[in-house]
């Protein structure tokens, strides 16, 4: 069992640090891609355009200012659908910083945030 | 009372109903089994039944499986921490505290594994989200603390298992069992971790179920290292350190409050207070008793040379301090049910030593015959007063084996020391290799697998 398990711990460190150097190589560095992501040319969406983006087909969220397309990733999302279902269309900042009970997503989901980026939510003055 | 009470003999145990190590096996499946079928009802029953897993599709189940095996790490270590408890008495119903060991050896073991699998699992299923999400789960920011203190526990799991499962080479006794007191700070930070990120129960859920696993493991982490040295430990002193050949010595110690109470064949764990010593004052190691339970309050205990510890108590003199906490154990069986073979080695002939010596106090009836394996005559330091019972008890019979004259034991020997070895219930005690060796002999002789038992203190 010892032979085993030194195996197993040796093939684990190996594709943990493998991933890393992987992940580290082809990154685009994440202030590069703020940087990319030029504020200005963001497109403005005002909230009854929002608003029309509330279903499974097409669910767009507003999160700190931002608006996302989240509409391939609700799939992908860890809970059931109708989780992230509920918020589409509308203000999701409370939501997604607190996933309804006061847990905060994780960096993981925040570094994934920009790929669904599509505009600025529209202020009210 | 029942007939079987009545034929017991004083100062043994009855023999188990049934074979204790089949009991083990079972206990060790069922906690094997109960985290995954628990974590995979319970999410089932509180998320629904999960979407389609697609095999050619790994998004759909290296998430799943990154949490499980999440899931299980943290369960399997806060049993085996739960297991770590060492009550005495506790052991019995598995054959004594070896079983329980084994079983808390190899929950440690599963644990360990599925915690390495666990951030495999999540990183490559992190993979479809891009390199920045993969980087963020290894390159946790300050205040994503749910996420660095998983990699802080998996750390530590490494530092306090590696040595266990001698990743490294043998440690050195000491050396492993400080570096195994990380589990508690390892357990506590695992805990932090699962319940900040757990997906499938609420947070409620969550604190309820691993705060009461955590609080379990907690109470017999803090029993066995804060508790038990204060409670549990009992005061005696030597009264007398018997040299019985070079290497070996036979303490005699009397209570300075209780005594144990302990039946033929049990270990406790001595713990000198002697600040003299050269080496192992105040650490505890396991020693078997080798005195009759007819001798109590009196305990007398045999310890070989066999690290820095055992090689310093060689010296001790009478009227030294030194603490036992026990009984622990439960090898020998009562004589009365079933005719014996008792095959010891080296200082592994203490356990037969102590029931000898019972036997002897008490004038039972036995039929027993003890093979005494030892390299040559000068070795063998208990013979010749097993000898002087043998004259004494009836149907007790002690054959010497000697590895230098006549080599290994062998299946001959065996078959003209016992020619009913089929019908005898087989108890070896010694190194692993005369362990190993009498195992194979006895099966091939026809002594059935479940009538075979054996001790060896190799815990590691």
């Not at chain 2, 200082?347 to 394996?373: E, K, N």
Request: with cysteine; glycine share 8%.
């Amino acid at each position: 069992m010892n032979q085993f398990l030194y195996t197993a711990f040796v093939a684990c460190i190996a594709g943990i640090v493998s991933i890393w150097l992987y992940a580290a190589l082809i990154v685009t560095p994440p202030q590069a891609a703020a940087e990319a992501a030029d504020e200005a040319s963001l497109r403005t969406i005002s909230k009854a355009e929002l608003a029309r983006h509330d279903h499974a087909e097409s669910c767009w969220k507003a999160i700190d200012g931002l608006v996302y397309d989240f509409t391939d990733y609700i799939p992908e999302h860890p809970t059931p659908p109708a989780v992230m279902l509920r918020w589409c269309g509308k203000e999701a900042s409370e939501a997604y910083h607190t996933k309804g009970y006061g847990s905060p997503h994780s960096p993981a989901a925040d570094a994934m945030l920009p790929d669904y980026l599509i505009g600025r939510l529209e202020t009210n003055n | 009372m029942t007939p079987t009470n009545a034929r017991r003999t004083a100062g043994f145990l009855p023999p188990l109903p049934g074979p204790a190590g089949r009991r083990c096996r079972w206990l060790l499946i069922g906690l094997l089994l109960l985290p995954p079928v628990t974590a995979v009802v319970g999410s089932m029953a509180t998320t629904g039944v999960p979407g389609s897993l697609v095999f050619s599709d790994p998004a759909t189940w290296l998430q799943p499986l990154g949490s499980l095996t999440g899931i299980l790490a943290l369960a399997w270590l806060l049993l085996a921490l739960m297991l770590s408890i060492r009550l005495p008495g506790l052991d019995q119903p598995l054959g004594g505290m070896l079983g329980l060991w084994r079983v808390h050896h190899y929950l440690g073991a599963a644990a360990l594994l599925s915690a390495l699998l666990h951030p495999l699992f999540l990183l490559l299923a992190s993979a479809p989200q891009g390199p920045g999400a993969t980087l963020a789960l290894l390159q946790p920011m300050p205040r994503a603390w749910p996420l660095w203190t998983g990699w802080l526990a998996l750390g530590l799991m490494l530092l306090f298992l590696a040595p266990s499962f001698q990743f490294f080479g043998r440690p050195a006794y000491q050396r492993w069992k400080l570096l195994h007191l990380l589990a508690g700070p390892a357990a506590l930070i695992a805990l932090a971790h699962g319940i900040a990120l757990a997906r499938w129960l609420s947070p409620q859920q969550a604190i309820v179920t691993w705060g009461l696993l955590g609080s379990l493991a907690a109470v017999a982490f803090f029993w066995r290292k804060g508790l038990s040295p204060l409670l549990a430990r009992r005061p005696f002193q030597i009264d007398r350190a018997d040299v019985l050949a070079n290497g070996v010595i036979e303490l005699t110690l009397s209570p300075l409050r209780r005594t144990i109470e302990f039946t033929a064949g049990q270990f406790v764990y001595l713990t000198p207070d002697i600040p003299e010593l050269e080496a192992g004052n105040r650490e505890e190691h396991p020693y078997t008793i080798s005195s009759a339970p007819a001798e109590l309050p009196t305990i007398r205990i045999g310890i070989k040379s066999l690290g820095d510890a055992s090689w310093a108590l060689q010296s001790v003199a009478a009227g030294e301090r030194v603490y036992l906490e026990g009984p622990y154990g439960r090898f020998l069986s009562d004589p009365a049910h079933r005719p014996q073979l008792w095959i010891g080695g080296g200082i592994g002939l203490t356990p037969f030593v102590s029931a000898a010596r019972q036997l002897s106090h008490i004038q039972a009836d036995c039929d027993i015959t003890l093979i005494y394996c030892a390299n040559d005559i000068t070795r063998a330091y208990y013979l010749r007063e097993l000898q002087h019972i043998a004259e004494a008890v009836d149907g007790l019979r002690v054959i010497p084996h000697f590895y230098l004259d006549q080599g290994y034991l062998n299946a001959a020997f065996l078959r003209q020391a016992a020619a009913d070895l089929d019908k005898r219930e087989a108890y070896v005690c010694g190194p692993v290799a005369l362990i190993e060796l009498t195992e194979e002999l006895l099966t091939r002789l026809g002594t059935p697998r479940g009538a075979i038992h054996t001790e060896a203190f190799d815990l590691l």
